[in-house]
């Protein structure tokens, strides 16, 4: 009898529709463990490429594939990406007008696109369930899955709703992605979902790619950062992004190398949108630009050749470390993260936590203004807000983070800046009205803050240390980091 030879549909796949020749890490395992029926949840490094575990198997199943992720800036650059290909991508959301919406919804209810990019805020519009309900869902892809959880670093309230949402679309297949999730947050992930872990079990590839040389570098005050920094930026030839806590350092670095005759651009939060655009482009563009941010900087900075990642001050997790140093070494040589530790600077973050966590009072005074006195916050904007609701006098960025705080709860809608901010909901949800949870997020914060300290002062293997913490097989000791090298 002659045995009939059934090609693998997936290499062919991954070589026609992506042009790819092979797998990286667990990716081939995966988008397998998919095919074959099973959940899955991928813990892999920035750039690796997690988006491929759901846009192969979106070509070999029959229905829909719903992608949810929290960067509705990055939607539409993904969605065009997979145009390109020949790919029927789409994606919905706020960004978008109403009609432009409406058409989408329609196409999405007559069965058009394989594809499509929502966040979880989408859930909240009746017409976006009702069309969705129309459908099949074969996959449900939740991109940054770690936003699921309270004790991850980038809770989203919106996406604690997803096991209700994974109802609504029939419990379809299921697949979680994300780039840093601790033992505790990645538990969080699947207990959010419905899931566990012997339905949803772990593929980890790690959560900062080998080729990172790691380094701690205890150094105080200014002038040491400034003649630190300048010999690292000096001797690096492609880019570099040297990361700040606070927009005040970095503008007093700015001119410190700027004095030293060292060329660069600056990104944060409060430079006008038109001007981080241009930043931003530039960066992409210049083999060998040098830019001075915040953590502003990084959505969507997909740059292959970044050299050199240094922090100025220390970050507030080491989940946002390994986010931000997963931005250098995407084209697979060797780079330099340099996190310039000085004691001082932990002063910071826990201002920081203080400021992350306006207390349920503060909370409600911004409520109160903008419900009552909304012409004068849309002409007054962020100062008037500021000079409103005042403490000691001091200067603070609760009034950032608690208007990021309503906006993510659902209680106000919109853009200050754009002058077309609204309260939507007349109460403080629940969760932002209780001290205990406020102190208890606190509290968490600072533990995080703990963690990164514990990180610095560790004498392990700057990677076997991340790996253990973010809970991948340890490995060996890479024998590059400072550690291992006895710097
Ligand atoms: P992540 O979401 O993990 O940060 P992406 O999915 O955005 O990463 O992928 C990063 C880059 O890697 C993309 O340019 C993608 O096309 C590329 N890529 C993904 N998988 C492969 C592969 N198997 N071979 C070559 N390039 C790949
Ligand atoms: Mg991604």
Redesign the pocket.
């Known amino acids: 009898m002659a045995a009939t030879i059934v090609a693998d549909p997936i290499p062919q796949l991954l070589r026609q529709a992506f042009g790819?020749s092979?797998?990286?890490g667990s990716?081939e395992k995966v988008i397998r463990r998919l095919l074959g029926g099973g959940h899955a949840l991928v813990v892999?490094p920035?750039?690796?490429?997690?988006?491929?575990c759901y846009q192969l198997p979106a070509l070999a199943l029959d229905g829909l594939t719903v992608v949810i992720s929290p960067l509705i800036a990055l939607m539409k650059d993904q969605t065009d990406a997979l145009r390109a290909r020949g790919m029927d991508a789409a994606t919905l959301n706020s960004s978008q007008s109403a009609k432009v919406r409406a058409q989408g919804l329609e196409a999405i209810r007559q069965g058009k696109h394989r594809l499509l990019f929502v966040s979880p805020e989408r859930f909240r519009k009746a017409a976006f369930t009702a069309a969705l309900a129309e459908r099949k869902v074969s996959l449900l892809a939740v991109d940054e899955a770690h936003c699921i959880s309270e004790w991850g670093h980038d809770f989203r309230p919106d996406y604690t709703r997803l096991a209700e949402f994974r109802r609504m679309m029939g419990n379809p297949l299921t697949l979680a992605l994300t780039?840093t999730a601790t033992p505790e947050v990645q538990a969080d992930i699947r207990l959010q979902l419905g899931l566990d872990e012997s339905s949803m079990p772990l593929f980890h590839d790690g959560v900062e790619r080998p080729n990172l040389r790691l380094s701690v570098e205890p150094v105080h005050e200014a002038d040491e950062k400034e003649a630190r920094l300048a010999e690292l930026l000096r001797g690096e030839k492609r880019s570099a992004i040297v990361y700040f806590a606070l927009i005040r350092s970095l503008e007093d670095m700015s001119l410190r190398l700027e004095r030293a005759g060292l060329r660069h651009m600056v990104y944060h939060g409060r430079l006008p949108r038109e001007e981080r655009r241009r930043v931003q482009e530039r960066f992409m563009a210049d083999p060998q630009a040098r830019v001075l941010a915040t953590n502003a900087f990084g959505l969507g900075v997909?740059k292959a050749s970044i050299g050199l990642i240094a922090h100025a001050e220390v970050p507030g997790s080491l989940e946002a470390y390994a986010q931000e140093i997963g931005r250098a070494g995407r084209d697979g040589r060797e780079a330099r993260c340099v996190l310039l530790y000085d004691q001082q600077d932990l002063l910071i973050q826990m201002e920081f936590a203080e400021w992350a966590n306006p207390s349920p009072g503060y909370l409600e005074r911004l409520l109160t203004l903008l419900r009552d006195h909304p012409q004068m916050a849309r002409d007054g904007g962020l100062d008037w807000l500021r000079q409103e609701l005042v403490f000691n006098g001091r200067f603070d960025f609760r009034l950032e983070t608690a208007l990021g705080l309503l906006e993510r709860h659902g209680v106000v809608e919109g853009d200050l800046e754009r002058g077309d901010l609204r309260v939507v909901q007349e109460r403080l949800p629940h969760i932002l009205e209780n001290e205990e949870s406020a102190q208890l997020k606190k509290k968490r914060d600072l533990g995080r803050l703990h963690d990164l300290v514990r990180y610095t002062a560790s004498s392990d293997c700057r990677h076997v240390f991340l790996h253990r913490f973010f809970g991948a097989a340890p490995g060996k000791a890479c024998g590059s980091c400072d550690v291992c090298v006895g710097a």
Request: aromatic share 14%.
């Open positions: 790819f092979s797998f990286r990716q892999m920035t750039g690796q490429g997690k988006s491929l780039a997909d």
